[in-house]
């Protein structure tokens, strides 16, 4: 059962009174409807059917099929805003009736009822205009969502009369949402003859309201019943458990939340005796706090609106804790009658005038300005904003019931408005902030200037407290006053740019909290559309030569765009071919080619864009018949004049062109002149006349070939003089196993000079031309040069013969000094200047002297 539908059937049941039947009372009259009945939806005289009316629509019914009702109930529905269903009896009834009880199988958006009342007609006639008759008890109220009950609803009539007609009328006036309740059946009940009771707490409390706040005391109340001898039972109920909670059987209540309850006190009779009840309500408060300013709805808060139910404009007095009454400027709000609070309603997201809010005042108490909480209903919650620091200042909901904002100005006012639908306030609280410090924010720099299209990486904002630190770990937001500009994340900072030039200014805000006081900052970025640079578009060749049996395998080049800093750019390219019959071009440069000879131009263009300049680029491609080409090697010259004094060279020096690098021999017709190895290098050997052929033996490319160059090579070098002063020498094996006695002439002193003995069994020369005797007998010592580039060889001699004889005499002479035109010469044989001598042995115009 659903809670709404609990409180709504409790209350039913309370107002039983002194004239309701007892435990033997029976129904008097029971009319249900019967199985089948015509539709019958206008009004006219009542007969032996029942009738009933839906504003201006027509009743739906369970089972509906093929135009026949089957009617088990009748269905009270809403299929517009002006639904209200009536179903009276058909004829006055001669009793006087004491209850009306009836019976409802099924219920679905009850909280759409608007009142559900049992009334008495002015005449027979199905008339819009009733009069409630004073003593029937009336039902209204909220009924919840939940769609099936099984519970009765009971009117009782405290004053009976008879000869009169009940009409019971379901209003569901209002919203758009489909609702309906079934109608089984409508019991009428007469009275009887047991006697009355009347149950009371006593004339203070039946009926009263007692408020008690947190921490107060309270004393229990228990009810009498009259006649005291009345035989029964006496029972206790709250109708809010959540909040005051009851003892069935002492009366004794327990407070568990703060909220408001009726206590009744049921008197239960036995045979004999009439019920009866007694109430009393206890509304449960919070202290009150002289340092917050509370608006509660249960302390009565906004009372101010009336009990009216209708929305209302204007300046209104709000009622805090304390008994101190704001004036508050209210749009589409109302003291809302069934869950109590302050109902706010949106009616449309677009229309502010068709918003619900209230502003309020300033609050001089709270000089560092203050903290706002708003308890609400249900899940619709309202939202708040702090006029004139909407940017600045932002409110926080749990999503369960709770809504805050600090509002960090002694003159800041708050806005609660009705959110995103219909909002129930329950409460607002208003605490005090704390004195914070004082904060500073900055940014890098205040201007930033970008091209369209620009990367952009957002600067990050500075706080500094008091003390010029930075602080860390703050919750910053961020704005932009031109979205089209610059769209900035609001949490993140970071900045998106737009593709428009303009000027937008980021803005970063510090709300404050516990400790530091709200600061800003701001940065502007002016963006502006770059003008479009060149760009360069080549491909990899100017010219792409094939054969016809290639040509299928060239799938075509790609044109490549560079910028100015050398950048490959990833840029739309055109390709288009100059003669599509014989090579077609796809729009990625594919190229299809003709297998017949033929040449055609693919250019690729770019058209440019805001970026860049519009460029283009062509190439040729030639597709030729495959046929043996020219092999094209060949000599500069055919006949070259070569100096012997630069013996090596190459066929390339040559001037030997070879401009396809084919593989060629080579060979020389004079090997003795000039001679040639396989890799082309030339080797000139003596003066002459040789050939230096290259032959290229073909292959499926090109034609074979020879060329040749004829080489004349001279040899224009001095041939040097070499001689001895003397033909022939004696020399005796008894004066010294050496010979150094012959003089050399080389007056162009070539070298290196080598030496050879004809007979070295005779005689051995040394490799300075010092001669070693062996025996007696002759030799005949040879000088030789071998000639370099710049002499030719050359060569002389003299014969020596050794003999082994005794002499006597002096074997030289000694003297002082040498005569400075004398020719000397040292033991080696090579001359030497008289100016420097030193002592020694040396040879002196042929004869060997020594020297003091």
Known sequence: MIKHLRFFMLNLLVLVSAAVMAQNETVWKSLTFPDENKNNNKCQNYTTTWTAKIGDTTWSVSNFNNNKWSWKHIRCGRKNNNSVASIMNDAAFTEAVTKVVVKISEAKQLDKVNSINLVVAKDKACKDIVETVAGIETVAGSFGKETTFADDLTFNITAPAKNLFYKLVIDMKGGSENGFIHVDAVNYYAGTSDTSTSLTFGADVDGKTFTVRQGDSFADKTATVTPTDAKGSISYASDNEEAISVNATTGAVSFLAFGKATITATFTPEKGYLGSSASYTIAYRQAADPTKVVFDTNEGAFDCFGNENRYKEGEFDFVDMNGDSYTFTVHNAMLNNYGGGLQLRKVSASDATQQGYVVSPTFSKFPYGYRVTVKYKDQNAPELECPGHETEVSSQDDANGTAYMDVPFADGTFKLLGGSQVAYVQSIELTPLAKKEATTMTFPQKEYTLNIGDGFTAPTATVKGEDGKTIEGLTLLYTSDNKDIALVDDNTGEVFLGDKAGTAVITAYFNGNEKYAACQASYKIKLTKKQPQPVTMTFPQDVYTCYTDKAQFFDGFKATIKNAADEVLNLPVTYSSSNTEFCMVTGSGLVVLSETPGEVTITAKFAGNADYLPAQASYVIKVIKKEKKDAGISFKDTMIMIDLANPNTTVKD????????????????????????????????????????????????????????????????????????????????????????????????????????????????????????????????????????????????????????????????????????????NLNGQRVNTKALKSGVYVVNGKKVVLK
Not at 662 to 688: F, R
Not at 760 to 780: C, F, P, Y
């Open 654 to 825: 040559l001037g030997f062109l070879n401009p396809n690098n084919l593989a060629v021999t080579y060979s020389s017709n004079k090997t003795d002149v000039a001679e040639v190895d396989a890799e082309g290098n030339v080797t000139l050997k003596k003066a002459g006349r040789a050939n230096i052929d290259v032959t290229f033996a073909g292959n499926d490319e090109y034609k074979a070939a020879s060329a040749s160059c004829t080489l004349i090579v001279n040899d224009y070098r001095t041939t040097p003089e070499l001689s001895f002063d003397q033909e022939e020498y004696t020399a005796n094996m008894r004066e010294g196993n050496t010979f150094s006695g012959a003089t050399l002439y080389n007056e162009l002193e070539v070298a290196p000079l080598s030496y050879t003995s004809s007979n070295e069994e005779v005689a051995e020369v040394a490799a300075n031309g010092v001669v070693i005797l062996r025996s007696t007998g002759e030799t005949t010592i040879t000088v030789w040069f071998a000639g370099d580039k710049n002499f030719k060889a050359a060569s002389a001699s003299y014969k020596l013969k050794v003999v082994d004889e005794v002499v006597d005499g002096i074997q030289g002479i000694t003297i002082d000094n040498m005569p400075e035109d004398a020719k000397v010469y």
